[in-house]
């Protein structure tokens, strides 16, 4: 059976610029911290890698601390501060956050005092946008950055987080990028790497990999590569509703990134419907990688104001580069099938 592979939003393929970019990083023998050749020669890959990693998230190098992935970045930004956000955030910020922020139905967050919030710029279980007040003291860009435009400097806020292997670098490194002055906790200490607010060996593979994704992935947005991702989301949601009428596109008329769609037919539970195309050969998700793994109703879904069978009921499917119209036309007729089968015993 070949398998056909739409859980984007979770993870994506490495890039082939990342992984040369790291092979060729694999060779250098010198800790960036030494000040004889070899460790010269490490702390330049370093800050070449920053360097072009500001260039494509449009910030200062300097501006940048390489953590371990977006949750320590979180982690790091937030340690100290008491900040509110919404239900509709990432477990990474909910954990450490008030959960004080109302969310309307439509996904919109409602935000008084910007100084004292965190907030996405994309939601990874529906793909609904944020409209960004400035000044935001955190935003979750994770989702956003490879599938649209994105500036830190236009954005506005004081400090984003930033996953690579969510645009096609390597998995276990990530970024806080935040303004310059901006107060920090640091969570690490020691030998005062990073400018002292990330301490510890630096990943260098893993920074010229996400450094060398950035760069491809901004090739892929100015060649309109994610409005092609785009209309072939549009495709799977009219196929799906010609077959199937009473489903639930949520976000749908909003905002959303391009390649997101999250499906709910009250009655079919999310976790169901992933074992079955799972077993029909495609890869898709009933949320968050980092909850999906979880029985249990979507918290972004019943702060939406979903209620509990609804928010049980979600697929998420999340499309990349890489998907064709025939991965989407075999998806829509295995989806419909089983949904069909589901409707009439739920009838019966």
Known sequence: MQRVYLDHNSTTNLRPEASRAMLDAMNCLGNPSSVHFEGRMAKSLLENARDSLGVSLGCRPSSIVFTSGATEAASIALNAFKIKCSGVEHDAIKSLCEQTLTTYASGEILVEDPSTCAVQLANSETGILQELPKDIFLSDVTQAVGKIPFSFEWLGAKRVIVSAHKFGGP??????????????????????????????????????????????????????????????????????????????????????????????????????????????????????????????????????????????????????????????????????????????????
């Open 171 to 348: 998995k276990g490194v990530g970024a806080l990028i935040m303004e310059e002055g901006t107060p920090l906790s640091p969570l690490i200490v020691g030998g005062g790497q990073e400018m002292g607010r990330r301490s510890g060996t630096e990943n260098i593979i893993g920074a010229v990999g996400m450094a060398a994704a950035a760069s491809s992935a901004l090739v892929d947005l100015e060649q309109g590569v994610w409005n092609q991702v785009e209309k072939l989301r549009n495709v799977l949601e009219n196929s799906i509703e010609e077959s199937l009428n009473e489903t639930i596109f949520i976000g749908r008329g909003t905002k959303r990134l391009p390649n997101t769609s999250l499906i709910v037919n009250p009655g079919w539970s999310g976790e169901t419907q992933v074992i079955q195309l799972d077993l029909a050969g495609y890869a898709v998700s009933a949320g968050s990688a980092c909850s999906s793994g979880k029985v249990k109703a979507s918290a972004v879904l019943q702060s939406m104001g979903l209620d509990s069978e609804q928010a049980s009921c979600g697929l998420r499917v999340s499309l990349g580069p890489q998907t064709t119209i025939e991965d989407i036309n075999g998806f829509v007729k295995a989806y419909c099938d089983a949904g069909k089968k589901v409707m009439s015993r739920r009838k019966a």
